[in-house]
């Protein structure tokens, strides 16, 4: 074969040919550039196109091997004058699309591959490439459709059942990506993410042993692959394995240079358990706020031994943090003071050594200010009992939001028509949201009132119970201590653990859990006939 190149490459040397030698030439490049010999296959085209300026398949041809090579300005270029001069032919509007995909233009990119499978409806690249670009673009359902015509197309191409697949799991369904991502398995399974993605999709369909399965099959394709060891320490930690699952959560730093960045942007050393000796320590968040309520119990461990330590806080909960004890706050975007050694809150269970047995429990760690309890307590009023805080949805830019959220009108019947003061904590409840919880009853709008964390958790005092969705609410109430009911999807954070009712981190919180995926049903009807209970004991005396 490399003699047939070099004869090949000699004969493109030898001058130039009459217009009879151009389809041998045309197809010995085609061979030369399946055969991964791109710049002989480019100097046939070249001399192609000293003969006949305008031949397509060798201005094509020129456009796919610049594309290839990363220049796909040229590539545009190229492959736009063979359009204008054969426009009809499929494969050259999937090959501009693909030099459009290079350079980010997304929505160019589309229309080519669309107009590719005008042109030839049965040409699976077409369809292929087509939906990997809308699912970038976003366009999910779109996407289905294009990789699902791909895959009836061509159904031994692995690629299309997996990226199908993973087009699925971003619209939310899971039973199907399963099987899509199981026979692209199938078909080739020397594939790490694949193996990845489909870890994530049992994960989801509450099939957690499975899903580690899946990890280990990706980690044995790529030991580095960051991704896999982060889902492998987040399936380790829900079945409460911390010996295992807090040094593959540290993975997490390596996800994307953002993240190393980050890392990386409050210099050395980070900190890794040892005595301070008196030194200062700065603890920073990395996450959302109920991440940082959650894992900020720790900082007393680290003060333990013998630090200094400063938390770093985003004004929503800098006010809230400099109530505990044995702790300095600083507000995110103020000057820091000179630190030792530094450490994100999530890392600090890795830090210290926690075990599942060790985790620290004693509530509340976040002390509520008396004068803003006195406050709150005036506003909420003395109505009637049980005064239950609500909080349904939480933030939409979080991955599960879709998951973890509920609709009002499930609130609604949660609370049925128990005699009660309702207090919506939703920091942004619409009107028509607020009328539904209520069913028909009033319900006190208190997240439009709240400064910050401070004023949430100092409303929560007054109150008997809070129910919750996953949220920072859920852990602000855990962390104070007041009664607290969480409502969680079928397969939630791994902190929640499996199965259990009660809450290893907040002795206050009872845990009602989906039976089933999407069943908010069967929640609702469990925290009625359990707020019932608490109504009747409240009555008694015994609520409290």
């Given at each position: 074969?490399?003699?047939?190149?070099?004869?090949?490459?000699?004969?493109?040397?030898?001058?130039?040919?009459?217009?009879?030698?151009?389809?041998?030439?045309?197809?010995?490049?085609?061979?030369?550039?399946?055969?991964?010999?791109?710049?002989?296959?480019?100097?046939?085209?070249?001399?192609?196109?000293?003969?006949?300026?305008?031949?397509?398949?060798?201005?094509?041809?020129?456009?796919?091997?610049?594309?290839?090579?990363?220049?796909?300005?040229?590539?545009?270029?190229?492959?736009?004058?063979?359009?204008?001069?054969?426009?009809?032919?499929?494969?050259?509007?999937?090959?501009?699309?693909?030099?459009?995909?290079?350079?980010?233009?997304?929505?160019?990119?589309?229309?080519?591959?669309?107009?590719?499978?005008?042109?030839?409806?049965?040409?699976?690249?077409?369809?292929?490439?087509?939906?990997?670009?809308?699912?970038?673009?976003?366009?999910?359902?779109?996407?289905?459709?294009?990789?699902?015509?791909?895959?009836?197309?061509?159904?031994?191409?692995?690629?299309?059942?997996?990226?199908?697949?993973?087009?699925?799991?971003e619209l939310g369904q899971m039973e199907e990506p399963e099987a899509s991502l199981a026979r692209s398995l199938q078909l080739a399974p020397a594939s790490a993410e694949r193996h990845n993605n489909r870890g994530i999709v049992l994960r989801e369909l509450g099939r957690y042993d499975e899903a580690l399965t899946s990890y280990r099959a990706a980690l044995a394709q790529r030991?580095?692959?960051?991704?896999?060891?982060?889902?492998?320490?987040?399936?380790?930690?829900?079945?409460?394995?911390?010996?295992?699952?807090?040094?593959?959560?540290?993975?997490?730093?390596?996800?994307?240079?953002?993240?190393?960045?980050?890392?990386?942007?409050?210099?050395?050393?980070?900190?890794?358990?040892?005595?301070?000796?008196?030194?200062?320590?700065?603890?920073?968040?990395?996450?959302?706020?109920?991440?940082?309520?959650?894992?900020?119990?720790?900082?007393?461990?680290?003060?333990?031994?013998?630090?200094?330590?400063?938390?770093?806080?985003?004004?929503?909960?800098?006010?809230?943090?400099?109530?505990?004890?044995?702790?300095?706050?600083?507000?995110?975007?103020?000057?820091?003071?000179?630190?030792?050694?530094?450490?994100?809150?999530?890392?600090?269970?890795?830090?210290?050594?926690?075990?599942?047995?060790?985790?620290?429990?004693?509530?509340?760690?976040?002390?509520?200010?008396?004068?803003?309890?006195?406050?709150?307590?005036?506003?909420?009023?003395?109505?009637?009992?049980?005064?239950?805080?609500?909080?349904?949805?939480?933030?939409?830019?979080?991955?599960?939001?879709?998951?973890?959220?509920?609709?009002?009108?499930?609130?609604?019947?949660?609370?049925?028509?128990?005699?009660?003061?309702?207090?919506?904590?939703?920091?942004?409840?619409?009107?028509?949201?607020?009328?539904?919880?209520?069913?028909?009853?009033?319900?006190?709008?208190?997240?439009?009132?709240?400064a910050d964390f401070a004023d949430t958790a100092a409303l929560m005092a007054s109150l008997d119970v809070v129910i919750s969705v996953d949220t920072a609410v859920c852990h602000l109430a855990g962390a104070t201590g007041v009664r607290t009911w969480a409502l969680l999807d079928f397969a939630p954070d791994w902190r929640w653990f499996r199965e259990r009712e009660d809450s290893?981190?907040?002795?206050?919180?009872?845990?009602?859990?989906?039976?089933?995926?999407?069943?908010?049903?069967?929640?609702?009807?469990?925290?009625?006939?359990?707020?019932?209970?608490?109504?009747?004991?409240?009555?008694?005396?015994?609520?409290?």
């Amino acid at each position: 074969m490399v003699r047939e190149q070099k004869e090949v490459a000699k004969r493109a040397a030898s001058g130039a040919r009459g217009t009879a030698a151009i389809p041998r030439l045309v197809a010995d490049a085609l061979r030369l550039e399946r055969d991964g010999n791109s710049a002989d296959a480019d100097a046939l085209c070249e001399e192609v196109l000293a003969i006949e300026p305008n031949q397509p398949d060798a201005l094509h041809l020129r456009g796919v091997i610049a594309s290839r090579a990363g220049t796909h300005e040229s590539a545009i270029e190229w492959i736009g004058r063979a359009i204008q001069v054969s426009g009809s032919v499929a494969a050259y509007h999937v090959n501009l699309g693909n030099a459009l995909k290079g350079l980010g233009r997304l929505a160019d990119a589309v229309l080519s591959y669309s107009r590719a499978v005008e042109l030839q409806p049965d040409l699976a690249s077409a369809h292929y490439n087509l939906g990997i670009a809308a699912m970038e673009q976003g366009s999910l359902e779109p996407s289905v459709a294009a990789l699902r015509r791909a895959v009836d197309l061509a159904p031994e191409q692995a690629s299309a059942h997996g990226s199908l697949g993973a087009a699925l799991m971003e619209l939310g369904q899971m039973e199907e990506p399963e099987a899509s991502l199981a026979r692209s398995l199938q078909l080739a399974p020397a594939s790490a993410e694949r193996h990845n993605n489909r870890g994530i999709v049992l994960r989801e369909l509450g099939r957690y042993d499975e899903a580690l399965t899946s990890y280990r099959a990706a980690l044995a394709q790529r030991p580095d692959y960051a991704n896999a060891h982060w889902n492998m320490g987040l399936g380790l930690l829900l079945r409460g394995d911390f010996e295992n699952g807090l040094g593959e959560h540290e993975w997490r730093w390596r996800l994307d240079a953002d993240a190393e960045r980050r890392m990386r942007g409050y210099g050395s050393p980070l900190w890794s358990g040892e005595v301070g000796g008196g030194r200062t320590i700065l603890l920073w968040p990395e996450q959302g706020a109920g991440d940082s309520i959650q894992f900020v119990r720790f900082a007393r461990q680290v003060a333990d031994r013998d630090w200094r330590v400063v938390v770093e806080a985003p004004r929503s909960l800098a006010r809230l943090f400099h109530s505990i004890e044995g702790i300095e706050t600083v507000t995110q975007g103020e000057p820091l003071p000179p630190y030792d050694a530094h450490c994100p809150l999530l890392s600090l269970p890795f830090a210290l050594g926690t075990r599942f047995a060790t985790i620290p429990a004693a509530v509340p760690y976040i002390r509520i200010d008396p004068s803003l309890a006195a406050k709150w307590r005036d506003w909420v009023g003395n109505g009637p009992r049980p005064k239950v805080g609500l909080v349904w949805r939480g933030k939409a830019t979080q991955s599960r939001n879709r998951y973890r959220s509920v609709d009002p009108t499930a609130i609604a019947y949660m609370l049925g028509d128990l005699p009660a003061t309702l207090v919506s904590l939703q920091k942004d409840a619409s009107p028509n949201e607020l009328a539904a919880v209520g069913g028909g009853r009033r319900t006190l709008d208190a997240g439009r009132e709240f400064a910050d964390f401070a004023d949430t958790a100092a409303l929560m005092a007054s109150l008997d119970v809070v129910i919750s969705v996953d949220t920072a609410v859920c852990h602000l109430a855990g962390a104070t201590g007041v009664r607290t009911w969480a409502l969680l999807d079928f397969a939630p954070d791994w902190r929640w653990f499996r199965e259990r009712e009660d809450s290893p981190w907040y002795p206050t919180m009872r845990l009602f859990r989906q039976p089933k995926r999407g069943d908010w049903s069967a929640v609702a009807g469990r925290v009625r006939n359990a707020l019932v209970a608490y109504a009747k004991l409240a009555e008694g005396g015994e609520g409290r």
